[in-house]
């Protein structure tokens, strides 16, 4: 990476930290470069990282970044490229906490002492991704798009998917336009 891109990463981790009541997006972008004269892409080694999602969640989240990013990329005008042709390379981070909310409480007796305890418990997953597009030349960022959200740790595969999708398309949406080539 560059030294521009911790800086990026720590405003997505506060994005994280930040949460929010209902799930909704929140996008961030920075543009060091005019990007309208650049035309391909290629993933770079590695292409992602993700955080806080293991085994099959980990892999679905994987799936649907690399199908969304690549969506997004060609809707604002990009083509797919040889990694040593491309006019920038894509990566992404995904990063997912959980935290725990105390819906009720219940009383109950321990050792002779009645003590408050939870009883129904409502857990979230906070997410934030960060996508880059990198001069292969000498691999600075070039732009960068955050996206932020907060649902049920309870949804369902399709509904984990579906977030995704829609975090990275608001992305993408917040990308100056481009035309297609």
């Not at 990463?9 to 650049?38: E, N």
């Not at 990694?83 to 819906?103: I, K, T």
């Not at 600075?140 to 959200?149: H, L, R």
């Amino acid at each position: 990476m560059t030294p521009h891109t911790p800086g990026y990463f720590a405003l997505a981790v506060a994005l994280t930290l930040a949460g929010c009541a209902k799930p909704k997006v929140d996008v961030r972008t920075a543009a060091h470069q005019d990007i309208s004269a650049l035309r391909t892409y290629a993933w770079s080694p590695g292409e992602g990282d993700i955080t806080g999602l293991y085994g099959d969640r980990g892999t679905l989240a994987a799936q649907t970044m690399r199908k969304s990013i690549d969506e997004g990329m060609r809707r604002k005008g990009f083509r797919p490229a040889a990694p040593a042709e491309a006019d920038v390379l894509v990566l992404y981070q995904l990063g997912v906490r959980s935290r725990r909310e105390v819906n009720s409480l219940k009383t109950v007796k321990r050792n002779g002492e009645t003590v408050a305890v939870p009883d129904e418990v409502t857990i979230y997953r906070s997410g934030t991704l960060v996508i880059y597009l990198v001069d292969p030349k000498v691999y600075d960022v070039v732009w960068v798009g955050t996206g932020s959200a907060e649902a049920k740790a309870a949804d369902s595969d399709s509904q984990a998917r579906s977030r995704i999708e829609h975090a990275v398309k608001a992305v993408f949406d917040a990308m100056k336009d481009r035309k297609a080539t």
